[in-house]
């Protein structure tokens, strides 16, 4: 039996079948992108706060994100969760129950995500990039409560596109020093150390307890200036 006949039927000519679903695949993906975009256009400013889905609505941590959340929504500021629960819920509650719009991104998941009952404006995706691209675009701060693996993908996400001139420099805020403690301990000791990023580039995030403290923060970063990109800042949005 030569190579070629030993090729499951799935295989045509070495190509799999399957190309074809994976063209129209981008037609999705590319829909995505335009119904977020058109629903989101008009809630900002905002502010995405990223943290665990595990986390129980009596733990600290949840009392502490609903109270960020609500001084943002009543200050003004739409706020942007991922939509699921735990530290998500208790943003969007808090922002839900605020002035401004509580924004819920929400993704489609075989375990864990579930969407949370405080969301104005719902937005379901498929694919994460998509969706992380919706947490840039549309924020004008960072807030990040502590999680799991998401939230350091987002976080470290975030900085790198900041790091690399890929997005807006906005203000990204660690919340819960002790935390966070071990991890920055771990840049500044083993990245900055041995040369993997500059010293000035921890200087990307802050790290701030008091939920009046971060909302004063923000406030601080956008004194001299709006809330929306300025029209370079706008050409690296564009590029992003």
């Known amino acids: ?21 994976e063209s129209w695949r981008i037609f999705g993906i590319m829909a995505e992108f335009v119904e977020a975009t058109e629903r989101l256009r008009a809630i900002r400013p905002a502010v995405s706060i990223f943290g665990s889905a595990r986390i129980e609505p009596d733990h600290p941590y949840y009392a502490q994100a609903e109270r960020i ?8 500021f739409a706020v942007i969760s991922g939509g699921g629960p735990g530290i998500m819920e208790a943003a969007n509650k808090g922002a839900f129950y605020g002035k401004s719009p509580s924004v819920g991104l929400n ?29 840039v675009k549309y924020a004008s ?40 403690r ?5 840049f500044r000791e083993r990245l900055v150390a041995e040369r993997m990023v500059s010293p000035e580039d921890l200087d990307l995030v802050q790290v701030i307890d008091e939920p009046e403290a971060v909302v004063e923060a923000i406030f601080k970063h956008y004194e001299t200036r709006g809330f929306m990109p300025l029209p370079e800042e706008h050409e690296i949005m564009l590029n992003l």
Not at 107 to 135: C, V, W
Not at 141 to 162: I, K, N, R, S, W
Request: hydrophobic share 45%; net charge neutral.
């Open 1 to 21: 039996m030569s190579a070629k006949e030993k090729l499951p039927p799935s295989v045509v000519n070495g190509t799999p079948s399957f190309n074809g679903r």
């Open 69 to 76: 959340a609500r001084l943002l929504s009543d200050a003004g």
């Open 107 to 135: 993704i489609q998941l075989p375990l864990e995500q579930k969407g949370n009952a405080y969301q104005d404006i719902s937005q379901t995706f498929q694919h994460f990039f998509a969706r992380k691209f919706m947490f």
């Open 141 to 180: 701060a960072y807030v990040v409560m502590p999680g799991g693996f998401g939230t350091l993908d987002e976080l470290l996400e975030a900085m790198t596109l900041m790091q690399t001139s890929k997005s807006r420099l906005i203000p990204i805020i660690l919340v819960n020093g002790a935390f966070w």
């Open 182 to 186: 071990g991890l920055l301990d771990w």
